[in-house]
């Protein structure tokens, strides 16, 4: 499992969140604590938002722990919206285009969990994505395919529910073709505007999402595990939600892929 970090709000060097907490996401590639695998060595990757539309990106295959550029740029930029990620693949190469965040036009996307059996329909789940989008297929994850499908079901103007379509059509595809568990997902995503971020399963575990404003910073953090170990006062966002952090603050609404999607 991966672990992810975002943020929204006054911009913030983007090292407040990945390198300088004492439970960074840095720290979390080395030393997770609420996930299967505590390490999570396998790549790295950044979005950010600033003068253009379209997110700045990131992304290497070494330890986020082992990478002094990765230091160096999160030291110098400085973002009101960014997305992290690092990276333990569930089966997929190690390679650049399998870091997450994945961007597409001004979205971009990061995820952890895993969609079972998914190597036994890969072409089924290709073959479901729109020709305006499948340009943008660079790598071979399973969750490269849920963006891209996302899109295919209009994200740019139903984020919620083409997000559900999109987990319904492969959740579909697993039941039929692949292995349990068929879905489990954390997930972060952007149009440079809104951070949305959902949490669901089709059993009975599903990857940890947390959310907390900070005064300090003006700022929303949304992440895999709590940034500081000290500090008591972050929300669980709870499977089968998802969560809108905008100009105006921060909103949950339930998440159903199965009342929303249609069989794949």
Same mark, same amino acid.
Not at 58 to 81: E, I, K, M, T
Not at 119 to 124: G, L, M, P
Not at 161 to 168: K, N, P, S, V
């Given at each position: 499992?991966?672990?992810?970090?975002?943020?929204?709000? #006054?911009?913030?060097?983007?090292?407040?969140?990945?390198?300088?907490?004492?439970?960074?996401?840095?720290?979390?590639? %080395?030393?997770?604590?609420?996930?299967?695998?505590?390490?999570? +060595?396998?790549?790295?990757?950044?979005?950010?938002?600033?003068?253009?539309?379209?997110?700045?990106?990131?992304?290497?295959?070494?330890?986020?722990?082992?990478?002094?550029?990765?230091? &160096?740029?999160?030291?110098?930029?400085?973002?009101?919206?960014?997305?992290?990620?690092?990276?333990?693949? #569930?089966?997929?190469?190690?390679?650049?285009?399998?870091?997450?965040?994945?961007?597409?036009?001004?979205?971009?996307?990061?995820?952890?969990?895993?969609?079972?059996?998914?190597? %036994?329909?890969?072409?089924?789940?290709?073959?479901?994505?729109?020709?305006?989008?499948?340009?943008?297929?660079?790598?071979?994850?399973?969750?490269?395919?849920?963006?891209?499908?996302?899109?295919?079901?209009?994200?740019?103007?139903?984020?919620?529910?083409?997000?559900?379509?999109?987990?319904?059509?492969?959740?579909?595809?697993?039941?039929?073709?692949?292995?349990?568990?068929?879905?489990?997902?954390?997930? &972060?995503?952007?149009?440079?505007?809104?951070?949305? %971020?959902?949490?669901?399963?089709?059993?009975?575990?599903?990857?940890?999402?947390?959310?907390?404003?900070?005064?300090?910073?003006?700022?929303?953090?949304?992440?895999?595990?709590?940034?500081?170990?000290?500090?008591?006062?972050?929300?669980?966002?709870?499977?089968?939600?998802?969560?809108?952090? +905008?100009?105006?603050?921060?909103?949950?609404?339930?998440?159903?892929?199965?009342?929303?999607?249609? %069989?794949?």
């Amino acid at each position: 499992m991966c672990r992810w970090a975002a943020y929204h709000g #006054t911009p913030i060097f983007l090292e407040d969140v990945i390198s300088r907490p004492g439970h960074s996401l840095i720290a979390q590639s %080395a030393h997770a604590e609420e996930c299967k695998t505590a390490t999570n +060595g396998d790549g790295f990757g950044v979005a950010w938002y600033d003068a253009r539309p379209e997110p700045g990106l990131y992304r290497d295959v070494y330890p986020a722990w082992s990478d002094p550029n990765l230091r &160096a740029v999160a030291h110098h930029v400085r973002s009101g919206l960014f997305l992290s990620h690092v990276r333990a693949s #569930t089966g997929s190469c190690i390679s650049r285009n399998n870091c997450h965040p994945f961007a597409a036009r001004r979205w971009c996307f990061m995820h952890n969990g895993q969609v079972g059996g998914f190597e %036994a329909f890969r072409k089924q789940a290709d073959m479901a994505i729109a020709d305006e989008f499948y340009t943008y297929r660079k790598g071979s994850t399973d969750s490269e395919v849920l963006f891209l499908l996302a899109l295919s079901e209009g994200l740019e103007h139903d984020p919620h529910g083409a997000l559900a379509r999109a987990i319904a059509r492969l959740e579909g595809l697993s039941r039929a073709h692949g292995t349990t568990p068929h879905m489990r997902l954390s997930a &972060a995503f952007s149009d440079g505007q809104t951070l949305y %971020a959902a949490r669901y399963s089709s059993d009975h575990i599903a990857p940890s999402v947390y959310y907390r404003y900070s005064h300090a910073r003006q700022g929303w953090a949304v992440v895999s595990e709590p940034l500081e170990t000290d500090e008591g006062d972050w929300t669980e966002l709870r499977p089968g939600r998802m969560l809108t952090i +905008g100009a105006e603050g921060a909103a949950e609404r339930d998440f159903a892929p199965a009342d929303l999607g249609r %069989a794949a």
